[in-house]
């Protein structure tokens, strides 16, 4: 069995892999990763068959990880805080353990997911592990929108809006011809609700449509600043955010 870490404290994940390798030679680790983006490639390069995944890594939470990569693999969640479990099992998770990790509590989740291995046929078993049945299929995404205009109501599908802004407390559409409602939505909610293959939250303000940037241009130590279509401002996006926008717009 082939597996991957993901974990940003050193002591813990050393402790992870002595515990896994102190119960048998078939278990295979393929490395740690410490941070999102290192979890992000190790995933697209190795194809694990299982991971184990630290909730709290030091650039944000590994939830962000699915939100950027179809994972498709069990996956065994571990932390220091249970205030996260109930978001940990929306996701493929055949366990959830709590810090410090011992070999008995590594045990236990092998055993559960060889029990589920019998129950699953091979077919099934890689969909019921990858994300919610609703986050697997794309046609589940949010593609219609009503929004109001005076007295009217206006149907809008997703790839007429160019992006979304948060101003003044409110949350509002603009389209591709650069119309402008109020939307009911946050946008951290969208984020969730939207296909993030056609939508990336370049910054606290803005989540755009991949059809409305028109351009990136550099800004300063890293950082660059995107044009879109719909508007003539141009918009700083963090260094950060940079690296994971460039990253998209190629994918």
Known sequence: MKILIVEDEPLAANNLIRQIQALGSQYQILGVADTIRKAIRMLKENEP????????????????????????????????????AIQAFEHNSVAYLLKPITKEKVAEAFSKLEKMKVVLSPKIYPLLFAEL????????????????????????????????IAEDKCVFIITMDDQRYLCNYTLQKL????NPNDFFRISRQYLVNRRSISSLEPYSKGQVSASLLSTKEKIVVSRQQTILLKEWLQE
């Open 191 to 194: 984020e969730s609700l939207l």
């Open 133 to 164: 049945s609703k986050k697997v299929s794309s046609s589940s995404f949010k593609r219609n929108f009503l929004v109001k205009k005076g007295s009217k109501l206006i149907p809008l599908t997703s790839n007429q809006i160019a992006y979304f």
């Open 49 to 84: 068959d299982l991971l184990f995944l630290d909730i709290q890594l030091s650039d944000g939470l590994s939830f962000d990880i699915f939100r950027q990569y179809p994972v498709q693999c069990p996956i065994i969640f571990t932390t220091a805080f249970d205030e996260f």
